[in-house]
């Protein structure tokens, strides 16, 4: 099997890979980080989200070698709660969540916006998530996380 | 006649389970660990739960450890549904912990030579006069907590408390942000194998023939298993496992299938199945007047998805005859008690372990998938074997909502004053949860040889607020009527309870004639509600939500306003909903104003999240929700065919909370369903003119229901 090397979290990764692996099952499998989640399998959900530059993309149907190369990150990337992402920091705040399966694909949207948006409007929130499906009803609070961590970013 | 104080009562899950030590422990590094039977859900439960025990132990609410429940050592609370954790739950421990806490005040008086009222109690150190101390767990070798619970009742007086009543944080959030694996889906385990369950695309159909032979040449492949028309595979890794899979569905033969209803005639189907009836209320009237005229009206709503994020999964491990699983079940002494029958074992050889799941809002397929890993695991050597359905499978083989007709006959007297009210129900039932029958309700038990037949769902009794007829009884002060439910004997889509069970299509239905009647007098329709109840939290309820929606707002052009309101079960939260929506074809929910009374909210912004939540998901059913079927197959499997609200679309949610720290809390997660479907109706009404009776309410029934009535 080939070796596909990329950057995961800014550090240089190298798996031996089928290069139409999902990324999904490389990060969950092979390399045991938990947080994006298998949700649909389809692109239709944004449990599986992970950043690639300041985009998020579904991992779930993203082949490993369309991101050879490329800079990902998840939530294991973000921050820590020693060091918060100002996102994390702000979903517990705002306590933007109920079972929070959705929300690592969540925090990962978001990330991606603040990077391309640092001050986004309310509604320019609400569609860089229209593509991240929460079941149990907690997007108002999400919302309410993001500009506030915008807010803080800014402020910094 | 004599009179005489009733003697004091445990509380229900106290009574079934009264050790304390089953509730509450101290552990030796300065922790208190607090074991309930009841499972988190996303609904913030353990947080819940944690305030309670941390007021009546008074020690820090970050001493606590909560454990999740397990049939190894937990008490065993049934299932966690029904909004009934706080009730339940929160009750017995609060009873528990304030008895743990007097024991303990005891020892540390014998101790210290002090008397017993003297002494306090501080973040889990016991002091008293002249400086003397000690602590939880310096007693704890001495103070046994292996002792049943007494009934006399000392809990804290309501001034006391410091934390139940207040919002803290909830205890699992920290972990969902960073990552710290909490969740079923993330458990590592060592020697973790993968399985896959074959299932038929046909609805009804029988696996009769399989020939394995492809998917045997798999790379990665640990077992294929087949056990009567049950077939699965089990693999090192997801993908081996779903390469096997494909492989073994191109190898299988199925039987016919049995033919599913119209979709488009719902109310025809229901209205001609072979259904038990039971008349639930009845209220006579005298003297019975002639009516001068009679509304029929009858309301649908469609079999809805539970739809979780994460499809169902779980893990089992075989050792000898004895089995370990690991489940996000709603019940795990339910599940096991269905795993035993199946399998022919001892509960006592089956362990079945809570870890969370995804949010399920009812009875999805977490306890099937239990038994699909138990069943697969057979064949993994002893090792853990985790199986996770497909998207797919979640849509179509996990039970459904069950789909409703409602007919309302409403009599009016020549003022349009309501005289005489017929309410009837005609529905599958809405549960058949497993560990309540002689048979099991798990999927695969009606597929292995020797199989079971697929249980028909029933309706829980009325004094557990009832299935399909759950608020079906008027709160209102109606002069008479009579309820009845007819109950399908049939149940070609398979369905079992979804969040509020028939409350939502029951509400909706109630709300929405009480509406028209009140439309049709000329009154408004809050006064005529207030009118009609003289239960004054109701009516509380009702104005507090008016009066924070400013109602009634001035008419625009394009905009409309409609009100709905429920007590849950008739004895659970009271709701009252203010819907302010846009519309002409299309309907857009702008914003829902609530109240709710849950008496005690011990954890305000949980209840507040619980009751955004409920509002927003309702209005996802209200405008979205509906499974979709031709004559042969389920066919909204995925979230393409079965859309949900996204954030786009998601209303503001103001909610104002009615706190009544003297009255026991009751549960707040499916107070809102049904108010918000009846207050989204009622201003489609307010917007448009025209009355959808027909869930969910889309652009096309929009236009079916203003051809009707022109």
Redesign the interface.
Known sequence: MPTLQFQLNGAATAVDTDPD??LL?VL??RL????A??????G??G?CHVMVGDRAITSCDAPMWSVADKDVV???GL???ER?HPL?RA??SE?A????????GI?VSAAALLKRNPSPTE?E???A??R????????????RAVLRAAAEMAAS | MTTSSPAPKLPVSLAANPKLSSWVNFTGDGRVAISPGKVEIGQGIVTALAQIAADELDVDISRIEMIRASTAMSPNEGVTSGSLSIQQSGRALRHACAEVRRRFLTAASERLGVDVSTLDVDDGTISGPGNVRTSYWELASEVSLDHDATADPRAKSIDRRIVAGHSVQRVDIPDKVFARPRFIHDLALAGLVHGRVLRPDISGAKLIALDEEAARAGPGLVAVVRDGGFAGVVADNEAAADAALKALRKGATWSAGEPLPDEDDLAGFLRSQPVDTTVIDARTAEPTRKPAQTLRRQYTRPYIAHASIAPSCAIAQWDGDRVHVWTHSQGIYLLRADLAIVLKLPADNIVVEHMEGAGCYGHNAADDVALDAVLLARAAGGRPVRVQWSRHDEMSHAPFGAAMAIEIEADLDANNEIIGWRHAIWSNGHAARPGRAAQPALLAATEIANPYPRMISTNPPAANGGGGDRNSVPLYDLPAWTITSHRLMTMPVRTSALRTLGAQGNVFAIESLLDEIAALRGEDPIAFRLRHLRDERARDAIRAAARRAGWKPPKHAGVGHGVGFARYKNIGAYCAVIAEIEGSDDIRVKRLTLAVDVGEAINPDGVINQIEGGAIQATSWVLKERVRFDRTRITSTSWTDYPILTFSEVPAVVVEIIQRPEIEPVGAGEAAHGPVTAAIANAVYDCLGVRVRDLPITRDRIIAAAELAS
């Not at chain 1, 991240?132 to 919302?143: A, D, T």
């Open positions: 692996q999902p099952d969950r499998g045991g980080l938990t947080s989640h298998f949700g649909c399998g389809a239709e959900c449990a998840t939530v294991e921050g820590t709660a918060p994390q979903f517990i306590q969540m109920q079972c929070g399966y959705c929300v690592s925090l509604a929130v609400r569609a998530l229209d991240n499906l929460c079941r149990c009803g907690s997007h108002n609070r999400m919302v």
